[in-house]
């Protein structure tokens, strides 16, 4: 199986261009877990919003490049989802270790409190990868990169909603913490080129990618003057000194 082309470039996504010198499962795992990474609401909404400043693609790009070396750190055993020699039973030490390096270097890089445990299911989701293309099954990272390069044709916000200027809720639920969200969600496009996006109006240009050029401008209110249901998940609680408590961590 030759490996993939004409998917994200490893020099826009922060990862060193070895391509060439990378063996065949590697080249898969990177581009699988790139994609992965490229569906995750939040870190879309980082880079659109730009919630961690004007760099946000850079820093999340940072970030995913630590997450790929420590990942692929050859002076430790492989991270995986397995036991070996237990019966091949399903163990979460690792999850639990990648999931919470993502959330500290989350909010380190980029300025985002995550509230949701999303960062535990992306790195089982990339330890998965981890372990399918060692074996040389990479049935998995063609699915992810499949999905991300459709998922970057669809627009980003229609199901969001801004609660109350620093809690945004994507359409199953999931909370992130952005003290310096914008107010507007706007339209999606592609996150991981540098490139400047175009906005002069043109409902016909080729920088709209096939989604809807209308705005979308369906912007809740803050809660107190909404009044609409709030999501399930769990939203940062204030004690009486103004400081906001630290939630439980992932829950068995």
């Not at 913490?177 to 999606?188: C, G, L, N, R």
């Not at 409902?203 to 107190?224: F, G, L, R, Y």
Request: with cysteine.
């Amino acid at each position: 199986m030759a490996a993939p082309t004409g998917v994200p470039d490893y020099q826009q996504a922060g990862i060193a261009n070895h391509a060439q010198e990378m063996p065949e499962w590697e080249q898969y795992f990177r581009e699988g877990v790139l994609s992965v990474w490229k569906q995750w609401t939040t870190v879309r909404l980082i880079i659109d919003q730009e919630w961690a400043g004007t760099y946000s693609r850079d820093k999340v790009n940072q970030l995913l490049t630590l997450v790929l070396d420590t990942m692929l750190d050859r002076r430790r055993a492989p991270m995986t989802l397995l036991v070996i020699g237990k019966g091949d039973l399903p163990q979460s030490d690792d999850v639990d270790r990648l999931g919470q390096l993502i959330h500290v270097k989350m909010n380190e890089f980029c300025n985002v409190q995550l509230d949701d445990n999303s960062e535990f299911e992306i790195a089982e989701k990339c330890i998965d990868m981890l372990d399918r293309c060692r074996g040389r099954d990479y049935s998995l990272a063609q699915k992810e990169i499949a999905a991300a390069n459709q998922a970057a044709r669809a627009p980003l916000g229609s199901s969001c909603r801004f609660q109350d200027q620093t809690l945004w809720e994507d359409a199953t639920g999931n909370i992130a913490f952005a003290p310096e969200a914008d107010t507007v969600v706007q339209q999606a496009g592609g996150f991981w080129e540098n490139g400047e996006q175009q906005d002069d109006g043109d409902a016909s240009s080729d920088d709209d990618m096939d989604v809807d050029t209308e705005p979308n401008h369906q912007i809740q209110s803050k809660i107190a003057e909404s009044h609409q249901k709030v999501s399930s998940a769990p939203l940062p609680v204030i004690d009486e000194d103004g400081f906001e408590m630290v939630p439980g961590r992932r829950k068995r």
